[in-house]
């Protein structure tokens, strides 16, 4: 079934189930018909507050019901919402209201710096309006190239980016989710652990509420305390799990995350990161039952636009994942840096065409003009994302334009020396970092590595191990002059491993 208004498919179950629960944080619940009620309350008041039609609303706070219900809220009363997460840093914060110029900000967590000439609507006023009652009547919500959302992007260099995502992108997007491809039941019990601020959030949240779903949310405390989320994990009753694959690494270190203690698990999402052969053989030997699916996109093409159900064949023909085939209504292109395209088997940039593609950048015209294009006058946008395009049609990724070094004259991929990296029996995690120069050349290539437990009395051993273990697989110009241990890898807001900021701190700039 087609959605074609994401606000009024949310809404209809209210008014015809309206006692399904809606949000479940870890046993606190919240129906459809409260998040009905909760999000014309606050779209009432928001209404009262004679805002410029345009101006975004600044909604800051964790994984909480009041959350989504502020979203909505924001969306019913014509309003695009911007996310921030309770974890984020002050400087992001007034970096985000410097740059999105939001009309309010709803804290529904409190805030840590003083946001001078903005209304700010805080967490005891919020409640008020919550369980106000009031008649409202939905008449200029967000629609069709509306922004619905705008989501800043978390560039450790520079000022963060507010990436615009409309009505009609939502609306691509989730209708692919729903579609036949990921096999997704309406009324599912879903994961939801990503922070809202992250795009990633938007697989989760949007498709549930549309299907009749329950979010599950798992809040930063819970997750971040193995002990408990090992606890909490089996009494969630999952159906489907959207994470990144470095979160479902941390929890496949509990040997009890398996079918047996999970019966209702059908189906893992991934996005975000590259999904390694090592994550998708574990999980497809622990959940036999459940269907793992591989997806990619950037945040400025509406969270995904490929897929791929990942089987044994996938992980024996393939030495990473592969990102899948792309949504039936989006082009990719892949081009060379002349931007001219390349034939099937060539790898080159990325480029997406497609209606889930953002309109740019907000307020922010230079870097907007840098990335987003026409091509046969729909939306583009050139990702700095490398692939290949097999002969079947099927993307191979192959790492980020801005993470290839040169060595000796050798042009090397970070992330390709990570993934072989981790194919050595000794290896848990791994990733590749250079070290420049004054010059500003890359003079060496280092590991940095979390191993796997292993009785070798000293580490130069283990690196003889390893250095014998990927002999075969890896060329002599790719294996890192240095090899570093590390009980974990450090991980961004978002889950996935902080390569930025490990390359920063053996540059001296941690």
């Not at 009505?167 to 997007?173: A, D, E, Y």
């Not at 897929?307 to 044994?312: D, H, P, S």
Request: some cysteine.
């Amino acid at each position: 079934m087609i959605t074609e208004n994401i606000i009024e498919a949310i809404d209809t179950t209210a008014q015809e189930q309206g006692q399904t629960i809606a949000y479940d944080e870890l046993g606190k619940t919240q129906t459809y018909a409260q998040l009905k009620q909760y999000s014309d309350h606050l779209a009432a008041f928001i209404e009262t507050l004679q805002i410029s039609d345009d101006a975004p609303i600044m909604i800051y706070g964790g994984q909480q019901f009041e959350m989504i219900a502020s979203f909505l809220g924001s969306v019913k009363s014509g309003h695009a919402y911007i996310p921030v997460d309770v974890n984020s840093a002050d400087e992001r914060l007034t970096d985000i209201v410097e740059i999105g110029k939001p009309a309010v900000v709803i804290a529904v967590d409190d805030l840590p710096v003083k946001i001078p000439d903005i209304p700010v609507i805080n967490k005891a006023q919020l409640t008020k309006i919550f369980n106000t009652p009031n008649n409202f009547k939905m008449t200029h919500p967000v629609h069709d190239n509306d922004n619905f959302y705008i989501i800043f992007t978390s560039g450790t260099t520079g000022k963060p980016k507010g990436v615009q995502i409309s009505h009609n992108n939502l609306l691509s997007f989730t209708n692919w989710v729903l579609g036949d491809e990921f096999n997704w039941q309406s009324e599912s019990n879903v994961l939801a652990q990503p922070p809202y601020s992250f795009d990633l959030s938007v697989m989760d949240w949007v498709p549930t509420l549309v299907s009749k779903g329950t979010l599950k949310a798992l809040p930063k405390t819970a997750a971040d305390d193995f002990k408990t989320l090992f606890k909490v994990l089996p009494t969630l009753h999952l159906n489907k799990w959207v994470s990144t694959p470095s979160f479902a690494d941390v929890v496949l270190l509990d040997p009890e995350f398996t079918q047996e203690n999970h019966p209702d698990l059908d189906g893992f999402m991934f996005c975000g990161e590259v999904l390694t052969k090592t994550t998708a053989q574990k999980l497809l030997a622990r959940f036999p039952k459940a269907s793992i699916y591989n997806t990619y996109g950037p945040t400025e093409a509406t969270v995904a636009v490929t897929g791929l159900k990942i089987t044994k064949d996938t992980i024996e023909n393939n030495d990473k994942m592969p990102i899948g085939y792309v949504k039936s209504d989006t082009k990719i292109i892949i081009q060379d840096s002349d931007g001219q395209a390349v034939p099937d088997g060539q790898p080159g940039e990325i480029v997406i065409v497609g209606p889930s593609v953002s309109q740019g950048y907000l307020n922010n015209p230079e870097k907007t003009s840098q990335a987003f294009t026409t091509v046969n006058g729909i939306s583009a946008y050139k990702t700095g994302d490398l692939a290949l395009r097999d002969k079947n049609g099927l993307l191979h990724y192959k790492g980020r334009s801005d993470f290839q070094i040169k060595l000796h004259g050798f042009r090397i991929e970070l992330e390709e020396v990570a993934q072989q990296l981790q194919q050595s029996q000794w290896v848990d995690q791994a990733v590749a970092v250079p070290r420049y120069d004054a010059d500003g050349k890359v003079k060496q290539l280092l590991a940095i590595i979390v191993a796997k437990n292993n009785n070798f009395e000293k580490p130069i051993l283990l690196t003889t191990a390893i250095k014998n273990n990927l002999e075969n697989i890896m060329m002599p110009y790719m294996v890192p002059s240095r090899f570093m241990y590390r009980d974990k890898m450090p991980l961004t807001p978002n889950g996935k491993i902080d390569l930025k900021g490990l390359i920063a701190e053996v540059n001296g700039h941690g």
